[in-house]
């Protein structure tokens, strides 16, 4: 078999594994479909996702079922104001030799160590807090009394965040949300879904799901990603797409000056590019084009667009200077 139909080969079995994923998600989660092709997006470019929207939507119930149909270690943390970093990472204690009577420290790994780690309602703990996750997110390991433990592969975050409770919160700052590959609003569902909604969750049957992937799987098809060849003009695109979301660059827009006070650093070049290589994959395609990019633009520049006084006194959101952008391209 040729290397190139090796490749056709794991791109037809993606998007097979990619239609019984979406299946059984379905079976429990009722719309949302750009949501879980965003999230499966974000999981094979191993990214992070922050995922806002109000109570009630089931964001929780979507991260849980996504853990069940992948055979994935799953871990909920509910994120409170009196929560330490240890209850995240893990702690030391003493354990004593029955034998020898000796006592030594051992580590007791926290819920960080899993393969899906859903962080609920983030911006409810103190910043210090948060930072736990920062080397987790990023270095995919995690240091406790001086020792570096080495997360498991895959490893994916998700957060959530109310939008609209902001009282006994701590906004994420802007170093811990450029940690997320995606910002994902979850909005409310339409009329007809709503309705399927009630109907299916006042009964009495019991849903069981199939597993459809393991994570052995999942690192090969995150390779894949990798792997896949990008062409000079998308990168093109992507570059100066981002560095167009900053008011210090030379030849900006000028809504950009008037509007954003700091812009879209170097990392969300990287995950456009890599959203658009996973996104490509996922349509049957071996190389991603500049619809690709764009169509990861929002949510991989929402939460790293800051917007001026300017903008908030007009009513300017940063999907609102994102979306000006793209048409101006």
């Known amino acids: 078999m040729s290397q190139k139909t090796e490749v056709l080969s794991q791109v037809e079995e993606l998007q097979q594994a990619y239609r019984d994923v979406t299946a059984e998600i379905g079976k429990v989660i009722i719309g949302q479909d750009k949501v ?40 909920r943390i509910q994120f409170t104001p009196d929560l330490m970093p240890s209850d995240i990472t893990g702690t030391e204690i003493i354990e004593e030799d029955r034998s020898s009577g000796s006592k030594n420290f051992k580590f007791i790994h926290g819920p960080i160590f899993a393969n899906i780690v859903l962080a609920d309602e983030i911006n409810r703990t103190p910043p210090k807090t948060q930072a736990a996750l920062l080397q987790a997110m990023q270095e995919h390991e995690v240091t406790a009394a001086g020792t570096t433990h080495t997360l498991d592969e895959p490893f994916f975050v998700l957060a ?34 709503e309705k399927t909604i009630v ?53 900006v827009p000028e809504f950009i000056t008037s509007l954003v006070s700091w812009g879209a650093g170097p990392r969300a070049s990287r995950y456009l590019i890599l959203g658009a290589k996973a996104a490509a994959l996922l349509d049957g395609r071996t190389s991603p084009s500049i619809d690709d990019v764009r169509a990861v633009a929002v949510p991989v520049l929402r939460h790293r667009v800051v917007t001026n006084f300017n903008a908030e006194a007009d009513g300017i959101s940063a999907v609102d200077i994102i979306s000006r952008l793209l048409e101006s391209r």
């Open 160 to 193: 959530t965040q109310n939008p609209i409770e902001q009282e006994g919160t701590y906004p994420l700052p802007e170093a811990q949300l450029d940690r997320f590959m995606f910002n994902l609003w979850v909005d409310y569902p339409s009329y007809e879904e």
């Open 36 to 75: 879980i092709n965003e999230l499966f997006i974000s999981l094979l470019a191993r990214g992070h996702c922050l995922l806002v929207g109000v109570p009630g939507l089931a964001k929780t119930m979507l991260i849980s079922t996504l853990a069940e149909v992948l055979e994935l270690r799953f871990s």
């Open 199 to 251: 109907k299916s969750t006042t009964g009495a049957e019991d849903t069981s799901l199939r597993t459809i992937l393991n994570a052995e799987k999942i690192i090969a098809f995150q390779k894949l990603v990798r792997a896949v060849p990008v062409a000079d003009n998308v990168v093109d695109f992507a570059v100066k797409l981002v560095r167009n979301t900053r008011p210090s660059e030379a030849s």
